[in-house]
């Protein structure tokens, strides 16, 4: 058995930040989430594939609660969920902590609608750990810059 080595960083290119922007602007004012399809590379994680799951969820302005289908990508993969309330934090919160299933977690902060910031989270042995979202530029000039995120 070998071990499976963490992620450095998550890379999203310019189309799939489209479609989860799309997939945010029209849940809005509702939470809206779905999985990215992912390969591994170079140590990071780069995003190949959006697949929007329903909000089925009582409270669909504050939380995002979902049935797993068979659009689901298989693993490596990353669950992603918008945050629409300007008083919801940009990280993880207390409910998302403890009912997310997967192992990583991207919160888009949207509270207008367009998302404001992207913020991955692994989680670890007794925590969630931040880690870096970045750009995949095709031009080697502009090269990998982090996307916006809130503390």
Do not use: K
């Amino acid at each position: 058995m070998y071990a499976v080595r963490r992620p450095s960083a998550l890379v999203v290119p310019q189309a799939v930040r489209a479609a989860i922007a799309d997939d945010v602007r029209t849940a809005h004012p509702h939470e809206a989430g779905g999985f990215l399809g992912c390969e591994r590379r170079d140590g990071r994680l780069y995003a190949t594939s959006h697949v929007a799951l329903d909000n089925e969820a009582e409270t669909p302005r504050r939380r995002f609660v979902s049935t797993a289908t068979d659009a689901v990508p298989p693993s490596p993969r990353v669950f992603y969920h918008s945050h629409t309330s300007a008083s919801t934090p940009s990280g993880l919160t207390g409910v998302d902590r403890r009912n997310i299933p997967d192992s990583l977690a991207l919160v888009v902060f949207a509270p207008h609608g367009d998302p404001y910031s992207y913020r991955l989270f692994r989680r670890a042995l007794f925590n969630w750990q931040e880690v870096p979202v970045e750009t995949a530029e095709e031009s080697a000039a502009v090269g990998r810059e982090r996307l916006p995120r809130l503390v």
